[in-house]
């Protein structure tokens, strides 16, 4: 019995499990301290439905833990398939009130429910780019040829998930699925002939694009492009946060100085003087740095640091080339989440209302979240049971 027990211990790894829960009471903290500074008057409402979340989550963990890298590498395809084919009803039964704050269609709003598939989307494509990646390696040498072949394959599996984010006009989940699609390209095992040409030209068009908003012309050029007003109103709010405090850059201005006014150990508990809109979702770090102060806000990424270590671990460890890049997809993910949401808050990066994973309020956000967690939790688990066998 205690040999069972043991066995079973060895498999999993606290050191994922211990930063996911820390964080995710940190969540539950700052949401509720959010939803008070708020004038909320459905806190409980909020918290209890943000609690099952978290249970429906935890629950989901569990079950996958058990998933073998064989189970996963049968489903992927037909999981990317249905995942797909989930992006295409947001279109019909999107969410009036988010299509009204953001322009965006990429909640799905059905007798009173609200989900968001892309969250769940982004697990399948990792799996789908991680099984396509596999599957090229064993057949193919690395050349020149096939490498640019790979590249092909993996950029028609990405072109579905842009028309769809086009379509929903999402533009900042789209960076995340970028982020995704970057991060397996670089483990890939691509030449650094094609990829050193690829970084500089990408570096080189992000560079032309922010000397484009620069300028009227510019802008007018962009606007053929399909770029949007309230897109170039971030980057603007981004450039010069305190340029018009009152109107487009109001949440980026309230932001800085909500973090700023929390000095060192902050106000304390539930104590906010600054106004900070949709602070419960994409900007919660702001209510952890006022209330908590920078030592609480380090506290937090030193969580985010341990979880990132921890993952990059499991990955070190498995023991195959599809689990290698399975993890690889998640820790992209992951790590995308909390340099923007972090960076975005703190004025480093441009605003994109991409949620703070494990903290952030939203259900579709915590459970995409904790299947990555699920399927990294199943390497070590299932990786243990091999070596004892």
């Not at 799905?108 to 599957?135: C, D, N």
């Not at 341990?306 to 820790?331: A, C, E, K, P």
């Amino acid at each position: 019995m205690n040999e069972n027990r043991f066995s079973l211990d060895s498999r999993i790894d606290y050191g994922v499990i211990l930063p996911v829960f820390v964080l995710c009471i940190v969540g539950l903290i700052a949401q509720y301290a959010a939803l008070s500074l708020g004038g909320n008057q459905n806190i409980v409402y909020e918290m209890l439905k943000q609690a099952l979340w978290l249970s429906i989550g935890v629950f989901a963990i569990v079950v996958l833990m058990q998933f073998t890298t064989k189970a996963w590498w049968k489903i992927t395809p037909l999981l990317y398939v249905l995942c797909l084919g989930l992006m295409i009803l947001p279109l019909q039964f999107y969410d009036p009130n988010v299509v009204a704050m953001t322009g965006a269609k990429n909640w799905i709003s059905f007798a009173g429910m609200s989900f968001q598939p892309s969250e769940i989307l982004k697990i399948a494509y990792i799996l789908f780019l991680a099984y396509v990646t596999t599957r090229h390696n064993q057949e193919h040498q690395h050349e020149i040829k096939s490498d640019f072949m790979l590249i092909g394959k993996l950029g028609l599996g990405t072109i579905p998930v842009i028309i769809l984010l086009k379509l929903q006009n999402d533009f900042g989940t789209l960076l995340v699925f970028l982020a995704i699609f970057c991060g397996i390209i670089l483990v890939s095992g691509i030449s650094w002939k094609i990829l050193l040409p690829g970084i500089i030209s990408m570096l080189v068009l992000i560079a032309g694009i922010l000397s484009l908003v620069a300028t009227d012309i510019g802008r007018e050029f962009l606007f053929k492009f399909g770029v949007k007003e309230y897109q170039l109103s971030r980057l603007d709010s981004w450039l010069n946060p305190f340029h018009d405090t009152t109107g487009v850059s109001y949440q980026q201005a309230q932001s800085l100085t909500a973090i700023g006014s929390g000095g060192l150990t902050g106000k304390g508990f539930n104590v906010s003087q600054v106004d900070v809109p949709v602070r419960e979702s994409d900007m919660i770090f702001t209510v952890i740095a006022e209330n908590f102060g920078f030592i609480g806000s380090a506290l937090v990424i030193f969580m985010y640091l341990l979880l990132i270590y921890r993952l990059i671990r499991v990955s070190l460890d498995t023991n195959n080339v599809f689990s290698t890049y399975i993890s690889t997809g998640i820790i992209m993910m992951i790590l995308f989440h909390v340099f923007e949401n972090i960076g975005a808050s703190i004025g480093l990066l441009p605003l994109t209302g991409i949620p703070l994973p494990f903290i952030s309020q939203g259900g579709s956000s915590l459970l995409g979240n904790m299947i990555g967690i699920g399927i990294m939790l199943s390497m070590r688990f299932n990786n243990e049971a091999v070596y004892q066998k």
